[in-house]
């Protein structure tokens, strides 16, 4: 069956990046663009973007443009975001979702503390 | 972007009532393919989210027919004929006509 299998938690310092990964088995990568979607602490979600794993094209959310970056590796079925010059509002949990947000990761929690 | 405004904030009810959520959205979802991408998800707790329901009414093949969705251009709604215990959780719509894609704030089911 479809499966999104995300990196673990992740402890980072202010000003630091981090990159997180997102492995998928069970369908043929390439076919399915990939989301990114944040969750701060209780709250709603909000989108980040998608990668096209076929192409390495890619669609940003404004807000997160200079902060996040998609890549995949086709060869690994595996997608990845970076998240840069992190702060405390970037502590969340992260998801990875397939094209019509119809497969989710389990998450990887980013937690921004020095 | 489009707002996705959902109400109730959240609902408790017994096993067995129906519920009915609502989410309206700041603009048309109707797209130019013709289509209408509104779709609902369930978060239970401590959980990733997961898939219901998609272009408004069409529901996943293992979602249970007593959900149903509803509705057109801006408002739309979620129903569950008799709530059962394992509906409990964080219910979101959420729109893929125009982006970026946007949230609902989201309607926590308690069951009481």
């Known amino acids: 069956q479809v499966k999104l299998l995300q990196s673990g938690a992740a402890l980072v310092k202010p000003g630091d990046s981090v990159k997180m990964s997102c492995k998928a088995s069970g369908y043929t990568f390439t076919d399915y663009i990939i989301h990114w979607v944040k969750q701060s602490h209780g709250k709603s979600l909000e989108w980040i973007g998608y990668i096209n794993p076929y192409s390495g094209g890619t669609n940003y959310n404004e807000k997160f443009k200079s902060k996040a970056t998609l890549t995949v590796d086709k060869s690994s079925s595996t997608a990845y975001m970076e998240f840069s010059r992190l702060t405390s509002e970037d502590s969340a949990i992260y998801y990875c979702a397939r094209r019509d947000l119809d497969a989710w990761g389990q998450g990887a929690s980013v937690t921004v503390s020095s | 972007d489009v707002v996705m405004t959902q109400t109730p904030v959240s609902l408790s009810l017994a096993i067995g009532q129906p519920a009915s959520i609502s989410c309206k959205s700041s603009q048309s979802l109707l797209g130019t393919s013709g289509k209408t991408f509104l779709n609902w998800i369930l978060q239970r707790p401590g959980q990733s989210p997961k898939r219901l329901i998609y272009?408004?009414?069409k529901l996943y093949s293992e979602v249970p027919d007593r959900f149903s969705g509803s509705g057109s251009e801006t408002e739309f709604t979620l129903k569950i004929s008799r709530v059962e215990a394992e509906d409990l959780g964080v219910y979101y719509c959420?729109?893929?006509?125009?982006?970026?894609?946007?949230f609902g704030s989201g309607t926590k089911l308690e069951i009481k």
């Open positions: 959420w729109q893929g006509t125009h982006f970026p894609l946007t």
């Open positions: 272009q408004v009414s």
